[in-house]
């Protein structure tokens, strides 16, 4: 969706002009989230000391300099957690399917929504992904295995920018001299086994609290994820607020 709107309209304008602009878009993400905090049902002075965390927050910082996208995945995340809390069970499952289309990180929460039974939500999330994808992969020569081969762990990333667990533990295991094959084994199984066991304690409760579950996927992200950077980790903000 970032490439079909803001991409082809930032694509027109010079270089830093676009740049600027989608900061000053970013910067209205982030002060739309701070509005979305003082929406909590807490007393004043927590809301205050949670928007002074958001804004001494070093990857949002990351996250300007290098202009990525990653704030607007924040904001519909953080629209999900304030929606279930007034109830608005339309308008959570929107804001989740729109957070999907924008940046398909979130689509490992799926779960979540399996678990609560919304299949319709699921449904057009499906249907609106084939669709706004499909076009792309049908016109352009190899994208659609270029896509496929980014699941495929083409390279660990390790270094002083990449900060989830693969990283760590190629570090570490790097240290032991051990293959880089038998290295990819491990974590491909680690990936495996966590979002196994986080799969389970979704799915087979009776009930669950969506904050606590979704705080949890949010981890399991960082937790799997081969290209974990810096400034992914403004996600990690809405659920360290509610929590």
Same mark, same amino acid.
Request: proline share 5%; glycine share 2%; aromatic share 16%.
């Given at each position: 969706?970032?490439?079909?709107?803001?991409?082809?309209?930032?694509?027109?304008?010079?270089?830093?002009?676009?740049?600027?602009?989608?900061?000053?878009?970013?910067?209205?993400?982030?002060?739309?989230?701070?509005?979305?905090?003082?929406?909590?049902?807490?007393?004043?002075?927590?809301?205050?000391?949670?928007?002074?965390?958001?804004?001494?927050?070093?990857?949002?910082?990351?996250?300007?300099?290098?202009?990525?996208?990653?704030?607007?995945?924040?904001? !519909?995340?953080?629209? %999900? =957690?304030?929606?279930? /809390?007034? *109830?608005?069970?339309? +308008?959570?499952? $929107?804001?989740?399917? #729109?957070?999907?289309?924008?940046?398909?990180?979130?689509?490992?929460?799926?779960?979540?929504?399996?678990?609560?039974?919304?299949?319709?939500?699921?449904?057009?999330?499906?249907?609106?992904?084939?669709?706004?994808?499909?076009?792309?992969?049908?016109?352009?020569?190899?994208?659609?295995?270029?896509?496929?081969?980014?699941?495929?762990?083409?390279?660990?990333?390790?270094?002083?920018?990449?900060?989830?667990?693969?990283?760590?533990?190629?570090?570490?295991?790097?240290?032991?001299? !051990?293959?880089?094959? %038998? =290295?990819?084994?491990? /974590?491909? *199984?680690?990936?495996? +086994?966590?979002? $196994?066991?986080?799969? #389970?304690?979704?799915?087979?409760?009776?009930?669950?609290?969506?904050?606590?579950?979704?705080?949890?996927?949010?981890?399991?992200?960082?937790?799997?994820?081969?290209?974990?950077?810096?400034?992914?980790?403004?996600?990690?903000?809405?659920?360290?607020?509610?929590?």
């Amino acid at each position: 969706v970032y490439a079909y709107t803001f991409g082809v309209l930032l694509n027109a304008l010079p270089p830093w002009a676009s740049y600027w602009s989608w900061i000053l878009i970013v910067e209205l993400m982030f002060m739309i989230n701070i509005l979305i905090v003082f929406q909590y049902p807490i007393s004043l002075v927590r809301k205050s000391i949670i928007a002074a965390m958001w804004m001494a927050f070093s990857p949002y910082y990351i996250e300007l300099h290098i202009g990525q996208q990653s704030m607007v995945t924040v904001t !519909l995340l953080h629209l %999900v =957690i304030l929606m279930e /809390l007034k *109830s608005r069970i339309g +308008l959570r499952d $929107t804001s989740y399917v #729109l957070s999907v289309l924008w940046k398909i990180n979130t689509v490992l929460f799926v779960p979540l929504w399996v678990k609560l039974k919304r299949t319709k939500t699921i449904f057009i999330l499906v249907f609106l992904s084939i669709v706004l994808s499909a076009p792309y992969f049908l016109l352009v020569d190899g994208s659609f295995p270029e896509f496929v081969s980014y699941f495929k762990h083409k390279f660990i990333a390790v270094g002083p920018n990449s900060l989830g667990f693969w990283a760590l533990a190629a570090n570490i295991l790097q240290d032991f001299q !051990l293959p880089q094959n %038998v =290295i990819k084994s491990f /974590l491909s *199984s680690w990936s495996l +086994l966590i979002l $196994t066991i986080t799969s #389970l304690a979704t799915l087979l409760p009776r009930r669950i609290d969506f904050k606590t579950a979704l705080a949890a996927w949010i981890s399991v992200y960082f937790l799997t994820y081969q290209y974990v950077w810096e400034h992914h980790y403004v996600m990690i903000l809405p659920v360290i607020s509610i929590l």
